[in-house]
């Protein structure tokens, strides 16, 4: 990975310093019952102690610098990020390598961790966000089988199975000097690089071990189901299917704009969010994605350091009601199909070229994720033009073709996984399997044309075989 | 003592409408971010079954106005690639929008329009009431937010204080029916001179002001608002306990009235230093229960930087029910030590330096600055007030901070609400 050094964004006159360290690997190489490793090791690594130090010896010495690094973990990327004012910027760095050199993997720092670790899944993910328990049903669905099945978080099983060996044998495994792609920014003082890299030279040695080979998507031509049984809960719904295409191709700057007219995360101009809350009033939102995008509900913003060789095409219903939920699919689905036929309406395309090379200025707001989408950059091979001002480019370069052949590249709903968090399972799964679904109970009156376009919508067929719906109670999921 | 914490300089105006302007360039490049600040929140929302109303409000303010209708604002915001949102709380409601430099003016005479000339029907404003019906049902799920509700109606009897910002439920669900009073908190409160712009970024500082000065110029009205009652002193410890519904670890919330924001206040500083020198990730009582003994997944404390007396907060996400009653006796136990024997010496310095370095590092980018300062703007009232107040929490000695806890500790003006799983 590493080759001419780091990745260097100066800005003088800025007054902190940012670094980020990224190991090339994340949760799709967690071993088979050890789910969860992957953020494990890296959470001990900032949550934990060194050799030479405890854990609060380690709170002591970050204290006054007034932050503590993070571990972004993803499906094949490990992220360490720290940002401080530039005076400290050289004990930060020693810090920082010190942590990643030398951990501790105490006993009992593990067994703290480990129960934060195991809190999020038990609660905060099945109890806490409904909605990022559905993305996560999403991909355990699409990815069936693989790497990519369980959470980056992990599993129950796998996070009590966990020992200190297992700890010490991941780190040894991947995290090698070799293996590392890093990066500064900001007011970056003379000398620090050279004094990280003699730092980090006392990694792990050896070839940097490449990633298992990308996941296959499990879905078959047809829709298949996961619906996560949860009392008394509204339905939360995710939908996708595999894309196939890559930052870096036309296509996917294609895909990308069309994407935006869909559901542009927290746009309310998007297409779904019109239909489904605007005029329908059935929700708090709707949006449609190329990549995934964690913490949704959180951010305005995707984090850089989640590229994936595996994406989806996923749209996001926010919660409704049950009852809805089949409808709600059907409009969802007759949009995508309209949009793959027919592509962007032409009215709505300067609109949504204008924003795209416009908008992606914000995704880089800040230094350091300037830096983060920087070595995004390099992940994916992207050395001459990065992807947000390729996008911002081609956003006005692309024919009204090129977009709707994106569109119909990344949507074709011929192979769909639905992933709903419901309140009604059984009743959900049946509309499924029947191909049935009901016009919504509007509790305001609407106009003719939207009852119109009703009936249009459940004209969409949507059926699910019972043999592709699956219904897993909350207590359940991710247990193993 | 440390100079300007807020290491930018700012160029601020009174225009002749009232509106105060404040324009902040900062070592950013390429985006601009305009915060048009309303000192209206759910403070406000002083009269009967008109909780949650400033919230409600904020969103009516996405609705628009004759020239530019909610379908026009969107998309022209759309078509100009801005990042645009609000948000309300207690004491304010801001809205921002970000965009390139280029961009502004035209930003501005589309965002002054709203406010100088809002405009919908009375469906548009029944649409929304479901809208917002809707952010509440989803906050239910949250455990923390059914914590919140209760422990603000037990603190506070008579302060709009004691319901949280998007409202309590019997007053959500009347407020299709007040269209009326929505056009009359619109007159009362959306007026320049109760609101601050400010425009922070890459912008010219001289050429920034005077955009913002032409283009807010036609926004007139002056500021009505009703008079909050005042909160009686609490004479007695309360409490009160939760049973949830859902799941959720053990939750231990605790509130303690303290005085109300001034740039000059000693108590409101050291009730700031105390959050963090008692209860963050350095203190004693953080390593104890968080690291040691593993009784607490999480613990944080902050102080409300408010209008009128509000609370100081403590709260914990707690391993198990048996841990609870400890917990909140350790918590008690850390407050009494705190007013016997404040952090002095080198842990105040390196209190003082976190509290500095942490402030400055949320300062990132042009939407973060905004974000940082607006409520305090909004407090305060310009930039060099804000920067009096940061200079005093980072210079508030030990006696002073011991003084402090022993008032603000005190257990008579303490609430302790307590979250357990429904049986």
New interface residues.
């Given amino acids: 990975m590493i080759t001419g050094g780091p990745l260097l964004l100066p800005?003088p006159?800025?007054?902190?310093v940012c670094l980020e360290i990224r190991v090339r690997t994340g949760s799709s190489e967690d071993p088979e019952g050890r789910e969860g490793l992957a953020c494990l090791v890296a959470r001990m690594i900032v949550e934990g102690g060194t050799a030479r130090r405890s854990?609060?010896e380690l709170?002591?010495a970050w204290?006054?610098?007034?932050?503590?690094p993070e571990a972004r973990v993803d499906r094949e990327w490990t992220a360490f990020r720290v940002?401080?004012?530039r005076e400290?910027a050289e004990t930060a760095a020693d810090l920082l390598c010190e942590m990643l050199v030398e951990p501790g993997f105490r006993t009992d720092d593990l067994?703290?961790v480990r129960?934060?670790a195991l809190?999020d899944i038990?609660?905060r993910l099945?109890?806490?966000?409904?909605e990022e328990l559905a993305k996560a049903a999403l991909w355990s669905l699409v990815y069936a089988g693989s790497g990519y099945a369980h959470p980056v978080g992990g599993t129950v099983a796998g996070l009590e199975a966990i020992g200190r060996a297992d700890l010490q044998a991941f780190r040894e495994r991947w995290y090698r000097f070799r293996a590392l792609s890093w990066g500064l920014a900001g007011a970056v003082p003379p000398g620090l690089v050279s004094r990280l890299e003699r730092r980090l030279a006392d990694l792990p040695g050896g070839p940097a071990i490449a990633l298992s080979p990308a996941p296959a998507p499990a879905l078959r031509p047809g829709a298949a189901a996961l619906l996560v049984a949860k009392p008394?809960a509204?339905a939360s719904i995710s939908v996708g299917r595999p894309l196939g295409l890559r930052r870096g191709e036309r296509a996917f700057y294609g895909a990308a704009i069309a994407t935006s007219w869909l559901g542009e995360h927290r746009?309310?101009?998007g297409r779904l969010f019109h239909v489904l809350?605007e005029q329908r009033?059935l929700?708090?939102g709707d949006y449609a994605y190329l990549e995934a995008f964690p913490d949704a509900g959180l951010r305005?913003f995707p984090p850089p350091g989640v590229v994936r060789r595996g994406q989806l095409f996923e749209v996001w219903i926010r919660?409704l009601p049950d009852e809805a939920a089949p409808f709600a699919l059907r409009v969802a689905l007759a949009e995508i199909d309209r949009l793959v036929a027919e592509g962007v309406p032409a009215g709505d395309l300067?609109?949504?070229r204008?924003?795209?090379?416009?908008?992606?200025?914000?995704h880089e707001?800040?230094?350091?994720d300037r830096l983060g989408h920087a070595l995004d950059d390099l992940a994916c091979g992207l050395r001459s033009e990065g992807h947000l001002p390729r996008l911002r480019r081609l956003a006005t370069e692309l024919t009204d073709d090129e977009i709707a052949a994106g569109a119909a590249a990344a949507m074709t709903p011929d192979r769909l996984g639905i992933a709903m968090v419901t309140g009604a399972p059984e009743r959900i799964a049946l509309a499924l399997e029947r191909g049935e679904a009901e016009p919504p109970a509007y509790?305001?009156p609407k106009p003719a044309a939207v009852h119109e376009a009703d009936r249009r919508y459940l004209a969409r067929e949507l059926v699910v075989p019972r043999g592709n719906i699956a219904v897993v109670p909350v207590e359940e999921i991710f247990e193993r | 003592m440390i100079r300007r914490p807020i290491?930018f300089t700012p160029t601020e105006l009174l225009c002749d409408n009232g509106l105060r302007v404040v324009v902040l360039p900062t070592?950013?490049r390429?985006?601009v971010s305009l915060w048009t600040i309303v000192r209206a929140g759910s403070r406000d929302e002083a009269e009967d079954g008109l909780g949650g109303f400033a919230h409600f409000f904020e969103h009516m303010m996405?609705r628009g106005s004759e020239r530019f209708p909610a379908d026009v604002y969107?998309?022209e915001m759309?078509?100009?690639?801005?990042?645009v949102?609000a948000f309300t709380s207690t004491d304010l409601t801001a809205y921002h929008v970000?965009?390139?430099p280029a961009?502004l003016d035209r930003a501005l005479e589309i965002e002054a329009d709203r406010f100088a000339n809002l405009s919908y029907d009375e469906?548009a404003f029944?649409?929304e009431a479901?809208?917002v019906w809707?952010?509440y049902?989803?906050g239910l799920?949250?455990p923390w937010f059914a914590l919140e509700e209760r422990l603000l109606e037990t603190a506070f009897r008579v302060h709009p204080y004691g319901h949280t910002v998007i409202g309590p439920r019997r007053d959500l669900e009347r407020m299709p029916e007040l269209f009326e009073t929505s056009r009359e908190f619109y007159r009362r409160y959306y007026t320049p001179d109760n609101a601050i712009a400010l425009l922070v970024g890459d912008v010219e500082r001289d050429r920034g002001a005077a955009m913002v000065r032409e283009r807010f110029g036609g926004w007139r009205g002056a500021a009505q608002p009703v008079e909050v009652p005042v909160e009686p002193a609490q004479d007695a410890p309360r409490q009160v306990t939760v049973r949830f519904?859902?799941?959720?670890?053990p939750l231990v919330w605790i509130g303690c009235r303290m005085p109300a924001f001034d740039p000059a206040s000693e108590p409101v500083a050291a009730a700031v230093v105390l959050a963090e020198a008692g209860f963050g990730?350095?203190a004693p009582l953080w390593?104890r229960l968080?690291?040691d003994e593993?009784r607490a997944?999480r613990l944080e404390a902050w102080a409300d930087l408010a209008r009128d007396p509000r609370l100081f907060h403590v709260r914990a996400?707690v391993?198990s029910a048996d841990d609870v009653g400890p917990v909140v006796d350790a918590i008690e136990d850390e407050m009494r030590r705190l007013a016997d024997a404040p952090p002095d010496g080198a842990q105040l310095?390196?209190v003082r330096?976190?509290?500095?370095?942490?402030l400055?590092?949320r300062?990132?980018?042009?939407?973060?600055v905004g974000m940082t300062l607006a409520p305090l703007l909004a407090l305060a009232g310009g930039l060099d007030a804000v920067n009096r107040f940061w200079e005093q929490v980072l210079s508030v000695d030990a006696a002073t901070l011991g003084r402090c806890a022993a008032t603000l500790f005190d257990p008579a003006g303490r609430t302790v609400a307590r979250l357990e799983e429904a049986p």
Avoid: C
Wanted: charged share 30%.
């Fill in positions: 800005v006159d800025e007054p902190t854990w609060p709170l002591d204290y006054p610098l007034g932050a503590l940002r401080v004012p400290h067994e703290r129960l934060a809190a038990r609660h099945r109890f806490g966000d409904d008394e509204d746009s309310s101009v809350r009033g929700n708090y305005q919660t300067p609109m949504f204008s924003f795209n090379a416009r908008y992606r200025f914000h707001a800040a230094t350091a509790r305001t | 290491p070592p950013s390429g985006l996405f969107n998309r759309t078509r100009l690639g801005a990042d949102n970000t965009l390139l961009d469906q029944r649409d479901g809208a809707g952010e049902l989803k799920a949250d519904a859902g799941r959720s670890l990730r350095n390593r968080v690291v593993r997944i996400a391993r310095d390196d330096s976190h509290l500095l370095a942490g400055r590092l300062l990132e980018s042009p939407g973060a």
